[in-house]
């Protein structure tokens, strides 16, 4: 089946800190890749998106890779900012299928 | 202007009460969507229409009804509310129907369900 595994939360970071939240994936064939955003009180986002292996998805200073040989698709940021305190989910798009999500990852980000 | 708008925002009600929740998008999409997040943030499908047929219908109690009266809209009717349906419901919206990840879905800000 398909599936997302994600990093248990909470991360907790400094500001300017490095960012990685690890996200894994099982699936049927060649998914495209997702990363949302959901910041307090709002709906989810599309932050970035890959669609097919090697790809590198970007936005916002955030970068996650597809890689196919570990089924990844680990989400990166150099320098983190309060304002990126959020909950951010990993998720993928099987061919036909909806969306399957992870079960999020949530960021607090600390002046 | 709000691409993809659900009301209410917040919804208080009472075990065996029936309500609805409505989502409309000004996007010009063909497919709507429905999701469920738990309080542990763990979102999941539950329904999904493209050009107001319902596409994807995942294991959902039937006290659960969608109705599209057309493209922009996608309402969320619950029948006899019971404790464990109090959760966060998002409406999302996108050009295309799913079709490994080509499409873009647009979320709503969701609505507070909850259930005493």
């Known amino acids: 089946g398909n599936s997302v595994t994600q990093m248990e939360g909470p991360v907790t970071l400094s500001e300017e800190a490095f960012l990685t939240i690890n996200c894994t994936y099982t699936?049927?064939?060649?998914?495209?890749l997702f990363w949302y955003v959901q910041y307090p009180g709002e709906g989810l986002q599309l932050l970035l998106k890959a669609t097919k292996a090697d790809d590198k998805g970007s936005n916002k200073g955030f970068e996650a890779t597809y890689r196919k040989e570990t089924t990844s698709f680990h989400l990166e940021k150099g320098s983190v900012q309060v304002s990126d305190s959020a909950v951010y989910f990993c998720?993928?798009?099987?061919?036909?299928?909806?969306?399957?999500f992870g079960k999020g990852t949530r960021l607090s980000v600390i002046a | 202007d709000t691409a993809v708008s659900q009301t209410p925002k917040y919804l208080v009600t009472q075990m065996g009460n029936d309500k609805s929740i409505k989502c409309e998008q000004n996007?010009?999409?063909?497919?709507m969507y429905w999701y469920k997040q738990d309080s542990k943030k763990f979102l999941k499908i539950m329904f999904s229409y493209n050009n107001k047929e319902l596409i994807i219908n995942e294991t959902v109690p039937n006290r659960f009804s969608p109705k599209s009266p057309d493209k922009a809209h996608l309402n969320l009717h619950i029948n006899s509310l019971e404790l464990g349906d109090s959760a966060v419901y998002f409406c999302?919206?996108?050009?295309?129907?799913?079709?490994?990840?080509?499409?873009?879905?647009?979320f709503g800000p969701g609505t507070r369900l909850l259930v005493l």
């Open positions: 999302a919206s996108s050009q295309d129907p799913p079709a490994g990840g080509r499409e873009t879905q647009y």
């Open positions: 996007l010009g999409h063909d497919t």
């Open positions: 998720a993928l798009s099987p061919r036909d299928t909806p969306l399957v």
């Open positions: 699936a049927t064939g060649y998914p495209s």
